[in-house]
């Protein structure tokens, strides 16, 4: 092999180019550093229109570099050429330091041409001639032998073919199981008598098609409808409206998660059954209950068809308890889940995920928490009502109404790298037990997922704040500053459509 590099070396060296073409290769060797001709290259491809496209070209640049960089150069490394056998009009102004093998600008080009051309193969063929350009421009100013340029490659396809198995280009659809919480009968109604449905106009703004409050007015003549105004507050309107000579026998709510968590705190103190038209953005808790329209909803009124399902109470140190439906977090889980949703629709989740986690981990820091009475450093803390899925920090979807458990994924910080972290944010367990094993990233897993019934997080620095059912607070009530979550299994009573 080094015969073979330092022939190749000395046929480039000897050959005469002249100041115009040596200038280019420095030039594009230059533009190269850092990844900022490739970045470059997103901007133009989301421009187009082709955002999956640059998305999966800057992941799979990201995966290749950090291969190439803590993986390679570390296992096998090596000498650079010496700079006397480059002729002087070659040579860069700053000469590499690193060890030689493999070749980063090598492996960053071929990863993000690749990535492009798995995406959008038009692209990535225009891409390809830009990419080996790359790689010859290191040969051409010394930079690295061939035998680099060529590892660097094999590096940079490979890791673009890890982030199409990790992140497909089209996701098959995977029909969803009803859920499992037993069936029970509930008030039914066509003309929503005995029902009062608070409306938040708010929630899901941005999302277009009509008001809910109008339309529910149509559909269910006799409820009675409140659209929130400025300054009500959910809560005084509901126990107002419970005060009545007449009270409602049945609590309906058309908003976001937000909103439906704090109807279903009212509907559980009252003891009344909860109806949920989906009105926010994701609307998780009425898609697990299988209300992904207000049609269903409607139908499962009807027929008086309801379940049973689990909640969680979550306590703070003043002794105030709220209900949370789907998830409680602290640290950085909060910020990602929002970075994740903001290109989830345009770049499909594993790639949003995979941009979300690398943006929050770099800008934010660790936490010091106790948990159940232990210190530890985390990135962030999980719990979800019930087991969520994949095992990752930030799971997806809820399958689930009844496990009469808590999923809890911590992620942990001590002693690890930010890209252990990344890792885990962005593709869960499985993934980061992967990277555990390679050289110089070995350690203990730095996601851990585990099932409990009640679980105590407590601030040992500043208040990491809270975050539960899409909404987020920066101060935890009450000293110290601690949060307690319990399950309370089929403690809710919610319409559901039977299939």
Avoid: C
Avoid at 279 to 287: D, E, Y
Avoid at 382 to 390: T, W
Wanted: glycine share 12%; no cysteine; net charge positive.
């Amino acid at each position: 092999m080094k015969r073979w590099d330092a022939s190749v070396a000395s046929r480039i060296n000897a050959r005469t180019t002249g100041a115009v073409s040596d200038g280019f290769w420095r030039g594009l060797t230059r533009a190269a550093n850092h990844g900022k001709l490739w970045f470059a290259a997103a901007a133009v491809l989301v421009a187009l229109g082709r955002p999956r496209a640059a998305a999966r070209g800057l992941a799979s640049l990201g995966l290749a570099s950090l291969v190439a960089n803590l993986v390679g150069k570390r296992l096998v490394g090596g000498d650079r050429p010496a700079l006397t056998s480059i002729p002087l009009a070659r040579r860069l102004e700053r000469s590499p330091t690193s060890p030689s093998f493999p070749s980063g600008h090598t492996a960053s080009a071929a990863a993000f041409a690749t990535g492009v051309a798995l995406e959008w193969p038009a692209a990535g063929a225009a891409l390809a001639p830009l990419a080996a350009g790359v790689g010859y421009s290191r040969l051409h100013t010394g930079a690295h032998w061939l035998s680099d340029v060529v590892g660097g490659a094999a590096i940079g396809a490979g890791a673009a073919v890890g982030v199409k198995l990790l992140a497909p280009a089209v996701k098959p659809a995977v029909r969803r199981d009803p859920p499992t919480a037993r069936m029970i009968d509930l008030p039914a109604t066509g003309t929503g008598e005995g029902v009062f449905i608070v409306v938040n106009p708010g929630s899901g703004r941005g999302m277009g098609g009509p008001q809910p409050g109008p339309l529910l007015r149509e559909r269910l003549p006799q409820a009675e409808v409140h659209e929130l105004a400025d300054g009500d507050d959910i809560g005084d309107v509901i126990e107002r409206r419970l005060a009545a000579e007449t009270p409602p026998t049945v609590l309906g709510v058309s908003g976001g998660d937000g909103t439906v968590a704090a109807v279903a705190q009212r509907a559980r103190a009252a003891g009344l059954p909860l109806l949920v038209f989906p009105g926010g953005t994701f609307n998780h808790f009425a898609k697990a209950a299988l209300l992904d329209s207000m049609d269903a909803t409607l139908r499962a009124l009807a027929a008086g068809s309801g379940r049973e399902v689990d909640v969680a109470d979550l306590t703070f140190g003043t002794g105030e308890t709220i209900t949370v439906l789907n998830t409680a977090s602290v640290g950085l889980y909060p910020a990602f889940v929002e970075e994740r949703e903001k290109h989830e629709k345009r770049l499909g989740k594993p790639i949003a995920a995979l941009i979300a986690a690398i943006r929050v981990v770099r800008r934010g820091d660790p936490l010091e928490v106790e948990i159940d009475g232990r210190t530890r450093t985390v990135w962030s803390v999980f719990v979800g009502v019930d087991r969520y899925y994949p095992v990752a920090v930030a799971p997806i979807e809820r399958r689930r109404l009844d496990d009469h458990l808590l999923d809890v994924r911590i992620l942990f910080a001590d002693g690890k790298p930010r890209s252990r972290g990344a890792v885990a944010l962005a593709f869960g367990g499985r993934t980061d037990a992967l990277v555990a094993r390679m050289p110089f990233l070995q350690g203990p897993p730095a996601l851990e997922a585990r099932t409990v019934e009640e679980i105590t997080i407590a601030a040992r620095g500043d208040d990491p704040g809270y975050a539960h059912d899409g909404e987020a607070s920066t101060e935890t009530p009450g000293e110290p500053r601690r949060i307690t979550l319990r399950v309370r299994p089929a403690a809710l009573k919610v319409y559901s459509p039977r299939e």
